[in-house]
Nanobody, 126 residues
């Protein structure tokens, strides 16, 4: 079973930082475009950031651009989302997802993302 696990979430005050990690169990993320998404209850899932399999191309949502950095360590099977200057409106469940191998490009929409983690809570208090 292709399993993805997120870690690094938690509660911070506004202006704080968190680094989310995305790891795969029993398979490698190295060949996949990886996206980070977030969702607030009652709202649509939002694409936050993505990175292609080489790490050369990244994309960021306007709502978080300048405050987040996505990176990956191929070989260690890890993808990170560094989040700084967090705001209360960043509070959400954050998901890591791997895009199907047929897709080589980064996309912030939920199109072709085949494998998903269970999500991790990020709470930012004012």
């Amino acid at each position: 079973q292709s399993r993805i696990v997120e870690s690094g979430g938690g509660s911070v005050h506004a202006g704080g930082s968190l680094r989310l990690s995305c790891a795969a169990s029993g398979w490698t993320l190295d060949y996949y475009v990886i996206g980070w998404f977030r969702q607030v209850p009652g709202k649509e899932r939002e694409g936050v950031s993505c990175i292609d399999n080489s790490g050369a191309r990244t994309s960021y949502a306007n709502s978080m651009k300048g405050r987040i950095t996505i990176s990956r360590e191929n070989g260690r099977n890890l993808v990170y989302l560094q989040m700084d200057s967090l705001k209360p409106e960043d509070t959400a469940v954050y998901y890591c997802a791997a895009r199907s191998k047929e897709y080589r490009t980064c996309l912030l929409a939920d199109v072709g993302y085949e494998f998903w983690g269970q999500g991790i809570q990020v709470t930012v208090s004012s």
